[in-house]
């Protein structure tokens, strides 16, 4: 027997059920309301820095990833200043030197950032996963799941807003980046969004977007958990292996 097909939502529902995915958003998660909060110590601040750098570094990996399989000339165009955010150009440093100096900031030496001594296994994997994500999935896909994004500048305002405060012990020039994410994350919002809408037309591809959001909110909140778990219930990976 067959079913009948959903009929699509318009444009402007889903849109707005791509926004009422924020719900999912690791704002909400208890690591990142700690930290909102100004509970977290400087342990848990530096783990999570420290932890949120391999993202960082993965980022313009997933960005390549999405461009080598884009044969669009004009997405490819505007795409590519995602890497050029995060890696930098010539004689002009970009997002990942800026999450460096959030570190220093907070405490950590560079080359201890660098070597990444600090990433959990549970973000690893996830981060690992996004990639490899973007890297085989169809280029629409692999970029709508970068819409994370509309909720971005909330979290970058809360820290802008609230670290000075509760974190005062963290050198204010260290707030950089978040600076920087307010216009980069709007400008690439309003691009990606165009894009999902544009290219999502029946509700089954509708429903398939919501999942690739989820994934990647998934992704977040896993990090989070994973980070959670050593930091804050102190049960590091491994933590009842006697050595």
Same mark, same amino acid.
């Given at each position: 027997?067959?079913?009948?097909?959903?009929?699509? @939502?318009?444009?402007?529902?889903?849109? =707005?059920? $791509?926004?009422?995915? +924020?719900?999912?958003?690791?704002? *909400?998660?208890?690591?990142?309301?700690?930290?909102?909060?100004?509970?977290?110590?400087?342990?848990?601040?530096?783990?999570?820095?420290?932890?949120?750098?391999?993202?960082?570094?993965?980022?313009?990996?997933?960005?390549?990833?999405?461009?080598?399989?884009?044969?669009?000339?004009?997405?490819?165009?505007?795409?590519?200043?995602?890497?050029?955010?995060?890696?930098?150009?010539?004689?002009?440093?970009?997002?990942?030197?800026? @999450?460096?100096?959030?570190?220093?900031? =907070?405490? $950590?030496?560079?080359? +201890?950032?660098?070597?990444?001594? *600090?990433?959990?296994?549970?973000?690893?994997?996830?981060?690992?996963?996004?990639?490899?994500?973007?890297?085989?999935?169809?280029?629409?896909?692999?970029?709508?799941?970068?819409?994370?994004?509309?909720?971005?500048?909330?979290?970058?305002?809360?820290?802008?807003?609230?670290?000075?405060?509760?974190?005062?012990?963290?050198?204010?020039?260290?707030?950089?980046?978040?600076?920087?994410?307010?216009?980069?994350?709007?400008?690439?919002?309003?691009?990606?969004?165009?894009?999902?809408?544009?290219?999502?037309?029946?509700?089954?591809?509708?429903?398939?977007?919501?999942?690739?959001?989820?994934?990647?909110?998934?992704?977040?909140?896993?990090?989070?958990?994973?980070?959670?778990?050593?930091?804050?219930?102190?049960?590091?990976?491994?933590?009842?292996?006697?050595?």
């Amino acid at each position: 027997m067959s079913t009948i097909a959903q009929p699509p @939502w318009t444009r402007e529902e889903f849109e =707005a059920r $791509l926004r009422g995915m +924020e719900r999912y958003y690791h704002i *909400h998660h208890p690591y990142h309301v700690l930290m909102h909060e100004g509970q977290l110590n400087r342990r848990q601040i530096q783990g999570w820095v420290a932890n949120r750098y391999y993202y960082q570094i993965n980022i313009p990996q997933k960005d390549a990833a999405i461009l080598a399989n884009c044969p669009d000339r004009e997405t490819r165009i505007q795409w590519v200043q995602r890497i050029i955010d995060h890696d930098g150009s010539s004689g002009k440093s970009g997002g990942i030197e800026a @999450w460096l100096q959030l570190g220093i900031a =907070a405490g $950590l030496d560079r080359n +201890e950032i660098t070597s990444l001594e *600090h990433v959990l296994p549970g973000v690893r994997f996830a981060v690992d996963a996004y990639v490899n994500f973007a890297r085989k999935a169809e280029w629409h896909e692999a970029a709508s799941s970068s819409l994370t994004e509309l909720f971005a500048p909330a979290i970058h305002q809360q820290r802008l807003s609230n670290w000075p405060d509760n974190y005062p012990w963290i050198n204010s020039k260290g707030l950089l980046y978040f600076q920087q994410r307010l216009s980069q994350a709007r400008r690439d919002v309003e691009h990606g969004l165009r894009l999902t809408l544009d290219w999502y037309k029946t509700r089954e591809e509708q429903d398939k977007m919501m999942g690739i959001l989820k994934f990647k909110l998934d992704v977040l909140w896993s990090m989070a958990d994973a980070m959670y778990l050593a930091y804050v219930a102190e049960m590091p990976p491994y933590h009842t292996v006697k050595e």
